[in-house]
């Protein structure tokens, strides 16, 4: 009966590895293997975005225009209200689960604005109250969602935190509501029976409390976020255009701004590292769903049979085939395993993971080899013990390890270096016994997961030190062999140890003269960037920040002038002394020349920490210095620059902090300050590049003149607009004048700007007044424009070119324009109004000179300051203000326009107190000059009718 026992041993471990197999499959290691490889095999499979579906963002740019989050409900109302009658369906993934407290009004406008349009979707979700353990639903306003379609958002994570799949159907109880883009595609196209997911079943449900998912599908990803089309909510208001290309699309509304939003990593998330926001991941439900691409998971269950069933079928296999051909015909099958999964996913669109039944087809191999392995390991055992015998009769420190570093054997020379013996040791790995190091620290923090270099030929040699178990420390030169079989395959390594430590010490004398700064034994400037770079590549690995603080003391050269510079070099070697015993031992100090130091950190935060250590390092440095019996104060400026936040290579971030350094330097020192491009006073290269950015947008006519409307409420009517200019760059998006207008003014580009704005106005106010509209435009003037010797002829020459009437053009000026040169700017100012063109005072109660400049100018309007507008039923002290204001310029026959309105109520206040000319967000923002043509014109368009109902809405006696 023994000739049973092999066969026996057989079946036995046979029925182990079905088992095994079958366990594997529902293992998280193998679950994650599974992940990776569906989002390889979906990454090599690109599809195009179609023109079905737009995104209207709600963006930074929207945020600039309409105001802070969140907004009024009758801005949704409106926006509703535009896209009415154009045949497409809106999904606005926004809540609007409580009464808008601020406008009661604006939800009924909102609810009437869904009716109309007949073709909304808004969504419920389930939120976790983690105190009471209890689920609850967030849905619309009863009103709200009468006469809309509701969806779910609820978007599943998988162990990875990755979204792969969704729930077609959720719900409290019953799975009732559709996922979002099931609803949105429903509504769009009017699926039919012919699209898979239409009938799924709802036999594989999913509960959570009281929420249950079912229909459950994986995603196939367009691309990579930014792949759909995207427009800005405030371009779908203000910009006719963009309407009738949104005609009979699905159009999903939601938050993408900065810091507002959810925002999730996906499969294609990794090409670029930028999470996906929720609002374009619906778009991929609903990419997926109208082209009937949804990928169907098999059940955990399933898919271990099918496992269990194919390694199977693979030891059928292999038990009819030659012995030697084991190896060949596994590889095989593992390659058709894995064509066959590939083909599933991507042509039939089904998911089966892999893992389990590959793994267990290689495990075939030791099973059905298990006396040949048996037998290599008996042959290796005897070679390695006919090769100890040798090593003992070798002078240097020899170890042998297997493939996996772990010590099978050491020579007595090794014991005598390391000072520990064989027994000790053996089995363990070769990296906890041998404790190489590079002068304090380990050099394994240099290597990949603190193992001996593999060599790339036959030999590696390092030179280091070794720790050995009692303590002492020895310099070392280490020699790594590897060890092969006859099949050329890694059995192990062979690891041999020389002592050099005598003739280390020169070599570590001249290599610390090459790194250091012979004054004050500082890292040098070289080292320093080498340690920048070494921490940049550890804090890849985790959430941290590197923190530069470039430190420079104040007014150095008196030290020198007063003292030589024998004081000065002493005073250096004290300044690096306190700043090196005010920081940790982790953390960097080198000099980069001079009396600037430079100060690196990986664990300090913007916020709190980095403020805290700059204020310690200002406070140790102006202690008082003892030189030469006599004390010495001295102060220090410092900037402070982030890695990666200022910039991607080290010499940039340092760049930065040195920038921010000088700016502190420049405001007085004794302070630091965070490098910032926007406040920076010294020249760096992102405004030499911000610089070459407007002066191409002035050559090129890419800055946009919009107007904002002038409104007379006593007549009823508009009677100005005033222009004003936009630059929609290419980067860094909508930005308004006093973003790039104080620029323009340093690099001396202001007359070509202000002189493109003014012939732009001129022209469209031209064509207005040829359409029969009589209407005054006003432009206003900077300091230098107005200042500039050629003014008054420029204008001159535009109104001639233009031939627009002088008495339509209005020009505005500051304070800050005529103060500097009241003389000069009187002159000019007479001169214009010789022309015939009329001088409007802005911003007027903010300065310090008003009543002299009504004076001694020839002011026509007094534009009152929207700050004082801005409270006025609300401060008595501006309201106060304002009817001074009203009253003098009365008094002296200007005429007085309001700035700044933005309510009814002051509209009122105004108007009461016989101010009836306005200017305000209540009548309009900036617009262009086609929308200002329908403001104009008599025909009932919605703009119109919206200003005239505020118009009609104000009591004028």
């Known amino acids: 009966m023994t000739w049973l026992q092999p066969h026996y041993n057989f079946g036995l471990r046979t029925i182990v590895l079905l088992i095994g197999v079958a366990l594997l499959s529902f293992s998280e290691i193998l679950e994650r293997v599974d992940l990776v490889f569906y989002d390889k095999v979906l990454s090599m499979q690109e599809y195009s975005p179609s023109n079905d579906v737009v995104i209207v963002a709600i963006d930074d740019i929207s945020l600039q225009v309409l105001g802070r989050w969140p907004w ?9 209200n535009r896209l009415a009658h154009r045949d497409n369906v809106i999904a606005l993934d926004l809540f609007f689960t409580e009464p808008d407290e601020n406008d009661l009004k604006s939800d009924e406008l909102l609810a009437a604005a869904i009716a109309t349009h007949g073709a909304v979707i808004l969504p419920v979700a389930p939120i976790s109250d983690t105190h009471l353990n209890v689920l609850s639903l967030a849905e619309p306003l009863p009103h709200l969602r009468d006469n809309a379609m509701l969806g779910h958002v609820d978007i599943e994570l998988d162990r990875d935190g990755i979204a792969r799949r969704v729930f077609l159907t959720a719900g409290f109880d019953t799975p009732k509501w559709p996922t979002f883009g099931l609803a949105l595609a429903s509504q769009a196209s ?5 699209n898979r ?6 036999d594989d449900v999913r509960v959570t409390g009281d929420w249950v ?3 459950e599908v994986l995603i196939p990803y367009v691309g990579p976020p930014g792949s759909f089309r995207q427009i800005s909510y405030v371009q779908v208001l203000y910009d006719e255009s963009v309407l009738t290309d949104l005609s009979s699309k699905a159009i999903i509304v939601g938050v993408t701004a900065a810091g507002m939003g959810m925002r999730f990593a996906t499969p294609v998330s990794t090409i670029n590292r930028q999470p996906m926001n929720g609002t374009e991941w619906h778009a991929n439900v609903f990419e997926m769903l109208q082209h009937d691409r949804a990928v169907l998971p098999v059940s955990s269950f399933n898919a271990s049979l099918i ?7 693979a030891l059928l296999i292999i038990s009819f085939l030659s012995r030697d051909l084991t190896l060949p015909i596994l590889l095989m099958l593992l390659v058709c395993g894995l064509f066959i999964v590939v083909f599933l996913l991507r042509w039939l669109h089904v998911w089966i993971p892999p893992s389990a039944a590959l793994f267990g087809t290689l495990a075939i191999y030791p099973l059905w080899n298990w006396r040949r392995i048996n037998e290599s390991m008996r042959s290796l055992f005897m070679v390695n013990v006919r090769s100890n015998v040798v090593l003992e009769s070798v002078g240097d420190g020899v170890i042998t390890t297997d493939a996996h570093d772990h010590v099978i054997y050491m020579n007595s020379g090794a014991e005598k270096i390391l000072e520990v013996k064989l027994k000790q040791v053996q089995g363990l790995l070769l990296h906890s016994i041998l404790h190489l190091r590079v002068g304090k620290e380990s050099i394994y923090n240099e290597l990949i997961e603190g193992e001996l270099p593999i060599p790339e030929f036959s030999v590696s040699t390092i030179q280091c030190y070794l720790e050995t178990s009692l303590g002492v420390q020895r310099a070392v030169s280490v020699t790594r062999h590897l060890l092969r079989d006859d099949k050329d395959e890694l059995m192990g390594y062979v690891v041999a140890i020389a002592d050099v430590t005598d003739t280390v010490e020169l070599t570590q004398q001249m290599a610390h003269q090459a790194s250091h700064d012979t004054l004050t034994k500082l890292p040098n400037r070289a080292l320093l960037l080498s340690r920048f770079d070494q921490m940049a590549a550890e804090i890849q690995q985790k959430d941290s920040v590197i923190t530069v603080l470039f430190v420079t003391l104040d007014n150095f050269r008196k030290i020198n002038n007063a003292l030589g510079h024998r004081a000065g070099d002493i005073l250096l070697r004290m300044v690096s002394l306190r700043l090196f015993e005010a920081i940790g031992e982790d953390d960097m100090l080198a000099r980069w020349g001079g009396d600037e130091f430079v100060l690196l950190f990986d664990y300090l935060q913007k916020n709190d920490m980095a403020p805290q250590m700059a204020q310690k390092i200002l406070k140790i440095i102006e202690q008082p210095f003892e030189l030469d019996e006599q004390e010495v104060f001295v102060t220090a400026s410092i900037g402070i620059s982030l890695y990666p936040q200022d910039g991607v290579r080290s010499e940039e971030v340092l760049e930065k902090a040195g920038t921010a350094m000088y700016r502190v330097k420049h405001e007085g020192g004794n302070s630091f300050g965070f490098y910032s491009p926007e406040s920076s006073v010294v020249w760096t290269r992102d405004r030499l590049e911000f610089e070459k950015e407007l002066r191409a947008a002035l050559n090129n006519d890419l800055l946009h003149v919009l107007y904002q409307p002038i409104v007379d409420v006593s007549q009823r009517r508009i009677i100005r607009m005033e222009a004003l200019v936009r630059w929609q760059h290419p980067t860094r998006g909508f930005l308004s004048p006093s973003d790039f207008i104080p620029f323009a003014e340093d690099i001396g580009v202001i007359e070509q700007l202000g002189e493109s704005v003014l012939r732009t106005a001129c022209v469209v106010t ?5 359409a029969g509209y009589l209407i005054n435009v006003s432009v206003n003037v900077s300091p230098r424009q107005l200042l500039s010797g050629h003014f008054v002829s420029t204008v001159s020459q535009i109104l001639r070119d233009t031939k627009l009437p002088a008495s339509a053009l209005i020009l505005e000026i500051t304070e800050s324009a005529v103060v500097s040169d009241l003389v000069r700017a009187a002159e000019i100012l007479n001169q214009i109004k010789e022309l015939g063109i009329s001088i409007a005072l802005d911003d007027f109660g903010t300065g310090y000179s008003s009543l002299t400049l009504l004076r001694e100018l020839p002011i026509d309007i007094l534009k009152i300051d929207k700050s004082f507008i801005r409270k006025l039923d609300e401060n008595i002290n501006d309201l106060t203000i304002t009817k001074a204001i009203i009253g003098l310029g009365k008094s002296l026959g200007l005429s007085i326009i309001a700035e700044g309105v933005e309510t009814e109520q002051q509209v009122k206040i105004l108007v009461d107190h016989q101010c009836s000319v306005h200017q305000g967000y209540y009548f309009s923002r900036p617009v262009s000059c086609e929308t200002v043509l329908q403001l104009l014109s ?11 109902q505020k118009l009609a809405s104000v009591l004028i006696p």
Request: proline fraction near 0%; avoid cysteine; hydrophobic fraction near 35%.
């Open 72 to 80: 009024s409900r009758k801005i949704h109302a409106d926006f509703i």
């Open 766 to 770: 031209q064509e207005l007044t040829q």
């Open 213 to 215: 998912r079912s229909q």
């Open 307 to 313: 496992s269990v069933f194919w390694v199977l079928m």
């Open 197 to 202: 997911f239409t009938n799924l079943s709802d």
């Open 938 to 948: 008599e025909s009932d368009t919605v703009n119109s009718t919206a200003i005239n």
């Open 190 to 194: 009017k699926l039919g029976e012919t």
